[in-house]
C-alpha cells in the first residue's frame, strides 16, 4: 500500500461453520481467489486459508479455518473454533434444514467459544433465487433484506428456490446479535461484504498488534457488533473496498 | 470399530506374535478408508497414525492404521510394544503421558521419500501418546491406548508435544478415523520439510517450524525470539531437546555425574538411563544426546526400549555396537543387553559395561546421598550398579555447578536450568574441539584450497604433539601439571579412536564440500 506509514496489521482467526454442502469452501475461495468452482469435492478435516483485508486504519489477517460439513467431522469443531475471534456460520437458503444446523452452530459456539467472539450468520446461494439478479449493486447485505423484504417480487419470479426468508433469518441474527448477510459465492455478491464488516466488528481490544505502534486508535467507529451498527458502518466501508480486501 | 467385535476377533488369536499382527493388518486393509490424497506427499512428513489398544488376554494390538500402510509384521510388534509403558505407575491412573522412541524398521514396502533432513533413513521414530481411562466394558476397568506417529524425522518437539500431547487429546478416547483423515489432510497440504522456517496450519492452530541447516548446529540460522502470548504461531525449533535438565539433576545423587555422563556420550561409551515412566528416559535421551553437539553422536540411540525392542532381535543381531544411548522403564533389559549370546562374555570386559543412569527417585535434598543406594534394583537386574566408579577425565567447574545448585533449589524454571546445563556444555565442547579444529586448518592452509580430502590425512601422533604444545581449553584433572596433561592427552587419544571421531570428521568433510559447492 502506497500509504504514509505502516498500518497495523493483526491477524484474526476465523472460524466457518455449516451443514454439508452450503458452500462455506466456496465463499472462502470467492473471497480468497475470486474464483468459483462448480461442484467441489467436500472438505476433509479442515482447509487453512489466509487472506489479507485492508481497513482504513488497519490491515486484518484473516487466518481462515474452513471446517468439513459433514456429520462425522462435527466433533472435530471445537478444536477449531477455540480462540477464535470470528465465525462465520453458513446455511443454504434454498434449504431450510440448514438454518436449523447454523442455529445449532451458533448456539455451540455462544456456549463454548471464547467470549468476544464476532459471529456473521451468511445465507448462501442467493444466486438460485429471484434476487440473485439486479441486486448485485446495491449498498450492502442488510440494506438488501431491508429493502427487498419479502415481498411479492420474490414470488412472482419463477424458479425461485428459496426456502429460508429474508426476514426469518434477519430476525434470528437481531436476536442473537449476530451479523448478517445473504450471499452467493457464484457471483460474489455479498462476499466480499461479510468478512469486511467481520474485520470492521472485531474489537480493537482484542488485537494483536503486528504493525507500527501507537497507530491511530480513533478506528471506524466498530464499536458495534449487532447487525444494525455493523450495517452503518457498511456503506462507508463500501467506498474504500477496492482498494480493500485484497483479492 | 466396536469393542464387541475386537474381542470375538482377539479370541479366536490363540498366540500373540507376527503372525497375529500379520493377520491383522489384512483385517485393517479392509476396513481403513482408501485415503483421498496423495500419500507421498504425507510420507514427506510421516508415515502413518496408528492406534495401539491393550489388550488384557493378549497384550497390546494394533487397532488402527492411517493411512493404511504396509509395515511389516515385525515393525508392527516393535510399535505394539514399545507404544505403552513397560510398568504401571499405581498412582496415577488417568493422566497421559507421551513418549518417543526409535526404532530400525523392517517394512521394504513403505516407500519414503528421501530427505536431507533425514541422514538414517533406516531408522524410524515412534511418538506417543499414551492415555489410560476408565472403562467398565473391559476387563480390569481400565482401558489403555496409545495414539502413535510413526515417522522418519526427529522432530520431537514437533509430533509429540504439539501434536500429540496438545492437540489430540482433546479428543475422544476411540480411535476416530475422522480425525486421522483430517489430520493427513492437514498435513498433506504443508511444504515439504526443509531448513529454515515454515507455518504448519493444524487442527485450528498454526505451528511456526524452525528447522536448523544442520543437525549438529540447532541454532544456525534461526531467529530465536520469544513467544507471543497469544494462541498463534507457536514456535516450534524441531531439533531442541525435549524436557529439561532440571528434573534429571534432581535425581542424580550428585551434579558433577552430568560431567560422567557428558564424557560417555563424547566418547560414544554405553550408556543406559533407567527411569520410572518412558516419558522421563525418552526425554534423558533426547537431552544427553543434545550434550555433545556439534559432535553427531556416532551410536544407537533409543529414547525407550522395552524387552520387544527391535535391538534384541535376531535379525539385527543384537546391540552389536558397544556405542548406544538407551532409555529404559524395565531394569531386567539390563540384563538382556549385558547377556547377548553372539558376544564374548561381557562381564570379563569392564569398559564395555553401560553406565547406568538411575533416574527413578529424586535424590534427597539435603546432604550426601551414599553411592550405594542408588541401586534400587541391584536384585532384579541381576546386576551390579554400585561397582560403577568412573573417574572422569575433564575437571569439574565448580563455579557452574554451585550456579546450577541454586538455580535448582532457587525458583529457576526447567526451561532455565536447561539453557544454563546446555550453555555450559557446548562451551565446554567447543573448547574440546578447538585444538582439532586447529589441528586440521594448519592442515588445509598448507595447501591453498579448502580440500575436503585433506581432512583424511589425519595423523594422531601429528596432533597429540601439537596439543602438547598449544594445550587445551579444557581444564583436565590432576593435581601437578604432569597428571593433566597425561589425562588431557589419555582423553583427546580415546576420543580419537571412538566413533564420535570419525563421525565428526564425515560432518566436517560434508560440511567443507557444502560450503566449497556454494562457492
Not at chain 1, 500509504?3 to 482467526?13: C, N
Not at chain 2, 530427505?115 to 480390569?140: A, I, M, N
Not at chain 2, 510413526?150 to 476411540?174: E, G, N, V, W
Request: net charge negative; aromatic share 10%; hydrophobic share 35%.
Amino acid at each position: 500500500m502506497a500509504e504514509g506509514g505502516p498500518k497495523p496489521s493483526s491477524s484474526v482467526k476465523l472460524v466457518l461453520l455449516g451443514e454439508a454442502a452450503v458452500g462455506k469452501s466456496s465463499l472462502v475461495l470467492r473471497f480468497v481467489n475470486d474464483d468459483f468452482q462448480e461442484n467441489r469435492e467436500p472438505t476433509i478435516g479442515a482447509a487453512f486459508l489466509t487472506q489479507k483485508c485492508n481497513l482504513p486504519s488497519r490491515t486484518i489477517k484473516f487466518e481462515i479455518w474452513d471446517t468439513a460439513g459433514q456429520e462425522r467431522f462435527a466433533s472435530l469443531a471445537p478444536m477449531y473454533y477455540r480462540n477464535a475471534q470470528s465465525a462465520l456460520v453458513v446455511y443454504d437458503l434454498t434449504k431450510a434444514s440448514s438454518l436449523a444446523k447454523a442455529k445449532h452452530w451458533v448456539a455451540e459456539l455462544q456456549r463454548q467459544a471464547s467470549p468476544g467472539i464476532v459471529i456473521a450468520l451468511v445465507g448462501n446461494k442467493l444466486d438460485l433465487t429471484s434476487q440473485s439478479t439486479g441486486l448485485e449493486n446495491s449498498m450492502g447485505g442488510l440494506s438488501l433484506s431491508a429493502a427487498a423484504g419479502d415481498g411479492d417480487e420474490e414470488e412472482e419470479e419463477e424458479g425461485d428456490a428459496r426456502q429460508i426468508t429474508t426476514a426469518e433469518a434477519k430476525s434470528y441474527a437481531d436476536e442473537e446479535g449476530l451479523l448478517f448477510f445473504e450471499t452467493s459465492a457464484k457471483t460474489g455478491h455479498n462476499v466480499q461484504e461479510v468478512f469486511t464488516a467481520i474485520a470492521n466488528a472485531i474489537p480493537e481490544s482484542t488485537l494483536k498488534t503486528r504493525g507500527g505502534p501507537g497507530s491511530n486508535r480513533a478506528g471506524n467507529g466498530t464499536g458495534g457488533d449487532t447487525f444494525g451498527s455493523g450495517g452503518v458502518n457498511l456503506s462507508a466501508v463500501g467506498e474504500t473496498n477496492k482498494d480493500g480486501c485484497a483479492c | 470399530m466396536s469393542r464387541t467385535e475386537k474381542e470375538t476377533t482377539s479370541n479366536d488369536d490363540s498366540g500373540f506374535g507376527d503372525q497375529t499382527e500379520a493377520r491383522r493388518l489384512d483385517e485393517l486393509k479392509g476396513i481403513v478408508p482408501e485415503s483421498t490424497f496423495s500419500v507421498e506427499k504425507l510420507r514427506e512428513w510421516l508415515i502413518a497414525f496408528i492406534v495401539c489398544d491393550f489388550n488384557v488376554d493378549l497384550g497390546p494390538e494394533i487397532e488402527w492404521i492411517y493411512p493404511y500402510s504396509p509395515f511389516s509384521p515385525a515393525d508392527l510388534t516393535t510399535i505394539c510394544f514399545n507404544s505403552f509403558p513397560d510398568r504401571n505407575n499405581p498412582d496415577d491412573l488417568t493422566t497421559d503421558t507421551s513418549f518417543h522412541f526409535r526404532f530400525r524398521h523392517t517394512s521394504k514396502d513403505i516407500k519414503v521419500p528421501s530427505s536431507e533432513l533425514v541422514s538414517h533413513p533406516e531408522f524410524w521414530f515412534g511418538y506417543c501418546l499414551f492415555r489410560q481411562q476408565r472403562d467398565e466394558t473391559v476387563k480390569r476397568k481400565y482401558g489403555q491406548k496409545s495414539f502413535v506417529v510413526i515417522s522418519q524425522h526427529d522432530f520431537t518437539s514437533l509430533f509429540r508435544d504439539q501434536m500429540l500431547a496438545k492437540t489430540l487429546p482433546l479428543l475422544d478416547f476411540s480411535a476416530s478415523s475422522a480425525l486421522m483423515e483430517s489430520a493427513c489432510a492437514q498435513i498433506v497440504n504443508w511444504p515439504t520439510p526443509r531448513p529454515g522456517q515454515m507455518e504448519l496450519p493444524f487442527f485450528g492452530s498454526i505451528f511456526n517450524l524452525h528447522i536448523p541447516l544442520h543437525a549438529s548446529y540447532p541454532l544456525q540460522g534461526l531467529v530465536r525470539k520469544e513467544s507471543v502470548k497469544q494462541n498463534h504461531p507457536i514456535d516450534i525449533f524441531a531439533l531442541d531437546p525435549v524436557g529439561s535438565w532440571k528434573q534429571v539433576v534432581e535425581c542424580l545423587p550428585n551434579a558433577v555425574d552430568l560431567y560422567i555422563i557428558y564424557e560417555r556420550i563424547l566418547l560414544c561409551e554405553p550408556i543406559v538411563a533407567l527411569a520410572l515412566d518412558p516419558r522421563f528416559c525418552s526425554e534423558f535421551v533426547s537431552l544427553a544426546f543434545d550434550l555433545i553437539r556439534p559432535v553427531p553422536f556416532a551410536g544407537d540411540y533409543r529414547p525407550y526400549i522395552t524387552m520387544h525392542s527391535d535391538i534384541f532381535s535376531q535379525s539385527h543381531g543384537g546391540p552389536n555396537t558397544n556405542h548406544y544411548l538407551v532409555g529404559i522403564t524395565n531394569p531386567f533389559i539390563l540384563k538382556r543387553l549385558q547377556s547377548q549370546p553372539s558376544k564374548k562374555p561381557l562381564i570379563h570386559s569392564p569398559k564395555d559395561m553401560p553406565y547406568i543412569v538411575n533416574l527413578t527417585e529424586p535424590a534427597p535434598k539435603n546432604g550426601h546421598r551414599n553411592r550405594k543406594s542408588r541401586s534400587p534394583h541391584k536384585e532384579e537386574a541381576g546386576f551390579d550398579i554400585v561397582s560403577q566408579e568412573p573417574k572422569g577425565y575433564v575437571s569439574r567447574d565448580w563455579g557452574f555447578l554451585k550456579e546450577l545448585d541454586e538455580a535448582c533449589k532457587g525458583d529457576s524454571s526447567p526451561v532455565d536450568i536447561s539453557r544454563l546445563v546446555r550453555r555450559h556444555f557446548a562451551y565446554l565442547t567447543a573448547r574440546f574441539l578447538a585444538p582439532l579444529d586447529r589441528y586440521f586448518s594448519q592442515l588445509i592452509t598448507a595447501k591453498s584450497a579448502v580440500d575436503p580430502f585433506e581432512y583424511k590425512g589425519f595423523s594422531e601422533v601429528d596432533f597429540l604433539q601439537m596439543l602438547s604444545k598449544h594445550g587445551s581449553g579444557v581444564e583436565f584433572k590432576g593435581k601437578t601439571h604432569f597428571q593433566r596433561n597425561k589425562m588431557e592427552e589419555a582423553f583427546y587419544k580415546k576420543f580419537c579412536k571412538s566413533p564420535s571421531f570419525f563421525n565428526w570428521l564425515q560432518m566436517k568433510i560434508e560440511l567443507a564440500s557444502r560450503s566449497q559447492m556454494a562457492r
